[in-house]
């Protein structure tokens, strides 16, 4: 069974610059996975922050960017402000209609 | 403005059944996929099930094949989940989403979510 894998956590000083990752148990991301990303905050609802690998969902600041890198889709955001500080989630699209989430990683901003 | 409104979550006991609504406005119902995406309290998001625009195909994830049944009613602009054979892990919040379309094959809105206990 394929398991999408994120860093379980992550931590970035205010303005500084983070690069969170989305990777494979077996084998390498690549753009035919869609890979996409959201924001969750505890208690709400995710947040659509990039789909189709690079594209950011409508009204996301442009801190925040999507991209492959080596052989895993990653997000970073540059210029981390305290509002950041959220779980991060990607899902990668297998085929066939299936679709997998990573774990999440929770970003601290401090 | 896109809307998701869940509801139908309650508490029922394992091996019992419930159905999900999502209320979808803002844009056409009818042109668009849509998910179902769970989340376990203190867990991460686990994508569920999807059907097709038109309701052609329908996947779901191994956790709740032959379990769950997702569905909608165009005229009604209404999304649903039928929820069999339910079993302690299947407690969790569950969210509509809707497809981004355009093959992009990811999430664009969301709902606010309805939870669900499965608890003797």
């Known amino acids: 069974q394929t398991v999408v894998t994120q860093e379980p956590s992550f931590s970035v000083s205010p303005g500084g610059t983070v690069t969170l990752t989305c990777g494979l148990s077996?084998?390498?991301?690549?753009?035919?996975?869609?890979p996409s990303w959201y924001q969750q905050t505890p208690g709400q609802a995710p947040r659509t922050l990039i789909y189709?690998?690079?594209t950011r969902s409508s009204g996301v600041p442009d801190r925040f960017s999507g991209s492959i890198l080596g052989n895993k889709a990653a997000l970073t955001i540059t210029g981390a402000q305290a509002d950041d500080e959220s779980d991060y989630y990607c899902?990668?699209?297998?085929?066939?209609?299936?679709?997998?989430f990573g774990g999440g990683t929770k970003l601290t901003v401090l | 403005q896109v809307q998701l409104v869940e509801s139908g979550g309650g508490v029922v006991q394992p091996g019992g059944s419930l159905r999900l609504s999502c209320a979808a406005s803002g844009f056409t119902f009818s042109s668009y996929g849509m998910h179902w995406v769970r989340q376990a309290p203190g867990k991460g998001l686990e994508w569920v099930t999807y059907?097709?625009?038109?309701?052609?195909?329908?996947y779901n994830a191994d956790s709740v094949r032959g379990r769950f049944t997702i569905s909608r009613d165009i005229s009604k602009n209404t999304l649903y989940l039928q929820m069999n054979s339910l079993r302690a892990e299947d407690t969790a919040v569950y969210y509509c989403?809707?497809?981004?379309?355009?093959?992009?094959?990811?999430?664009?809105?969301w709902g606010q979510g309805t939870l669900v206990t499965v608890s003797s």
């Open positions: 059907i097709r625009y038109d309701g052609s195909n329908k």
């Open positions: 899902v990668l699209y297998m085929g066939s209609g299936i679709w997998v």
């Open positions: 989403a809707k497809d981004s379309g355009g093959g992009t094959c990811s999430f664009d809105y």
């Open positions: 077996s084998g390498s991301v690549s753009t035919t996975y869609y």
């Open positions: 189709n690998t690079n």
